[in-house]
């Protein structure tokens, strides 16, 4: 494991609601030097520097899980807070509005849009089956973004240092369709689908597929994601002794 760049002075929560891959995600952290808990305790996440959501399933029992351990208003109060959020996969999902994933479920409602099946699709000779499992690319649409094969457009996110056309690990049916296209960070093609594969509002970062488990450019959103804890917090450290706190 990489030393850690700094004093291991915060704490990153990854959310136990029992769904996700929550020690890959934990290791995966440890190799980018971040120091991370998995719990579902409210004031260890409200304390944290920065929250990771992650999960795999189904989004009305995620949802009701999330109610059921009071964290439904604890995740909109840390994507209020200016604080890193980061949501994987179903975390990605659940901060939509809505999912029409088996009926319709209200989401945390932290990124405006909803929820919707990918379809399965003829390419070629091949039925692209859903659900959507393996190595897929990523892009960000715009061949004018790329620049010495780094995408420009992902440069202040937790994709900066990764190049247009990266593959990344994918396992999901449904994904989110944001009424903003703006905060669409990258898409990834699936037939004739282009859909949202990673999000970014501010503090609020998602993505449909699992850096945890996409080698070592995966390793780099963690990697991004450390160094963006440091520059938070950097901040706010100045903010305090501009104003005469420290």
């Not at 440069?155 to 990344?168: I, N, Q, V």
Request: hydrophobic share 40%; aromatic share 8%.
């Amino acid at each position: 494991m990489p030393e850690t760049p700094w004093p291991q002075r915060f704490q990153v929560a990854i959310v136990d609601y029992g769904i996700g891959n929550l020690f890959s995600v934990k290791h995966a952290c440890e190799q980018a030097g971040i120091h991370a808990s998995i719990t579902h305790s409210c004031s260890e996440i409200l304390q944290a520097s920065a929250v990771i959501l992650p999960g795999v399933g189904a989004f009305g029992d995620a949802m009701e899980i999330l109610g059921k351990l009071d964290l439904v208003s604890v995740l909109r109060d840390i994507a209020a807070s200016g604080k890193p959020l980061v949501g994987i996969c179903l975390g990605m999902q659940l901060l939509m509005t809505e999912s029409h994933e088996f009926g319709w479920h209200r989401g945390l409602g932290i990124i405006e849009g909803e929820v919707v099946r990918l379809e399965e699709a003829v390419h070629g000779d091949r039925v692209l089956k859903v659900p959507h499992v393996g190595w897929n690319r990523i892009a960000t649409g715009n061949a004018t973004a790329v620049q010495a094969d780094s995408c420009v457009g992902w440069k202040g996110s937790l994709l900066e240092g990764l190049s247009e056309g990266e593959y990344m690990y994918f396992v999901h049916s449904f994904y989110p369709k944001p009424v903003d296209a703006n905060v669409v960070l990258s898409i990834t093609r699936h037939g004739p689908v282009d859909f949202c594969s990673s999000l970014r509002e501010g503090n609020i970062f998602g993505c449909q597929f699992h850096p945890e488990r996409s080698g070592s450019q995966g390793l780099r959103v963690y990697q991004n994601l450390a160094f963006l804890i440091q520059k938070t917090q950097e901040g706010d450290r100045n903010v305090r002794t501009a104003g005469g706190k420290v």
